[in-house]
Every structure is written in C-alpha cells, then in structure tokens.
C-alpha cells in the first residue's frame, strides 16, 4: 500500500517562530488532508488540499501532486500550536480510506 | 448535530467482553469510516460504510470485529471476546461521499481499555 512520510518527527519552537512540515507520499493520490490533533485526542481538519495551494490565517499548504509531496507552513507560532500533526491521504487506487503519516509533534514554548 | 459524536467516550471492559461503540455522523454524510489509533501512532482505517453497506472492510484486524449501519446513518462496531491487544482509541469519520466531496471529518473517539 501507499507509504507516508512526515518530517520532522518532533519539532520544538519559541513562540512567534515559523516553521515547515513535510508530508512525502509513495503513490498518486486523489485526496490529501492535514489535521491538528489537539492534546485532548481531537482531530481538527486543517486543509483538504490533494493540489495546489490554500492559506487560513497563520497556516497555508502547498500540495505538488506530480513530486509526492505536501508542505505545511505555520507562521507566527503560537502556544495553542501544540500537538501532533498528520498529513492523511487517499491512494488514488486505494478505495476511499485515509492512509495516516506518522505525525510530527509539535511543542511551542513561551 | 454539528459535528461527528460518538459514543461513550471512554469504556473499560475485562479481558473476553463483548463491547459497543457508536458513531454518530454529521446528518446527510453517506460515508462512515471506522479508524484505530493506538498511542504514540497515526489513526489506522478498520471499515468504511457508503450508505448501509460495507464497502471496505480490509482493515478489520480478525473476525471478533464486526460494524453495521443498519439505516444509513448510525454506526456500531462490535467486539467480541475483547483482547488486552484491543485498547486503543477509535475514530469515527465521515463525509459526503468519494471523489471531491471525500474530505473527511472525525468524532472525538472512544478510549477502549481491555484489562
């Protein structure tokens, strides 16, 4: 089956710093998402974005659908920040289920 | 409702129990999808309903799991004979369907303890 790759694994950041996470995928795919999940378990959707690029806010990605892979950009990082992001994707011969990265996890410190 | 529910939140059973979790999807989202996750890991797909039936059930890990969707909408996913092996939390999502309209949206999960 198709293979997710995020990077990095762990990522500690000062409060008002940027920073980019990276979602690598083996296969085409027909649908990319990225979620926040929040220290209480929550999975938060961020942007369903299988091409191209979308910004909200302090956050915007950028999907390059040809070259395998997804960007994350969170800008002015806050402490709310914190947790475990995961890049999730649909094999476009896979059937309509997410294949899961491995997440990084985030901290933001004061 | 707003969004995904599920229910209970959090269940703790002994070794050999049968137990039933239930999804709640948001109202007018023909797709259901059961995920596992187990700590330190990313959500595992188990089954997917489009409408009442089962469209993809590769996921389930053995036969003692089993989820139906009787009307189209609710979800349960069955247990039986629980295993130590099963604590984990499970994922409800759902969706509008496949293609464009596929993005999926979660439930909050249930915590499953098997002593």
């Known amino acids: 089956g198709i293979q997710v790759e995020q990077s990095p694994p762990d990522l500690i950041l000062q409060e008002g710093a940027n920073s980019t996470l990276r979602c690598n995928f083996s296969?085409?795919?027909?649908?990319l998402q990225w979620f926040h999940q929040n220290p209480w378990g929550q999975l938060i959707n961020l942007f369903y974005?299988?091409?191209g690029t979308k910004q909200n806010g302090r956050l915007s990605a950028t999907t390059v659908a040809t070259e395998r892979y997804s960007l994350l950009y969170i800008s002015s990082s806050q402490t709310t920040d914190s947790g475990v992001y995961f890049c999730?994707?649909?094999?476009?011969?896979?059937?309509?289920?997410?294949?899961f990265g491995t997440g990084t996890q985030l901290k933001v410190e004061l | 409702g707003a969004g995904v529910s599920q229910t209970p939140s959090n269940k703790v059973t002994e070794k050999g129990k049968y137990v039933e979790l239930r999804c709640d999807p948001i109202?007018?989202?023909?797709?259901l999808y059961w995920y596992r996750q187990s700590l330190g890991q990313g959500p595992e797909f188990l089954i997917y309903?489009?409408?009442?039936?089962?469209?993809?059930d590769s996921g389930l890990p053995n036969d003692r799991f089993f989820a139906v969707r009787p009307e189209g909408s609710v979800s349960t996913l069955k247990i039986q004979r629980t295993e130590r092996g099963d604590s984990a939390v499970y994922l409800c999502?759902?969706?509008?369907?496949?293609?464009?309209?596929?993005?999926?949206?979660f439930g909050p999960g249930t915590r499953l303890t098997v002593l």
């Open positions: 999502a759902s969706s509008h369907g496949a293609g464009l309209y596929n993005e999926q949206f």
């Open positions: 296969d085409s795919v027909n649908n």
């Open positions: 974005i299988p091409s």
């Open positions: 999730a994707v649909v094999s476009a011969g896979g059937g309509n289920k997410l294949t």
């Open positions: 109202s007018g989202h023909t797709a």
């Open positions: 309903f489009q409408g009442t039936g089962a469209a993809d």
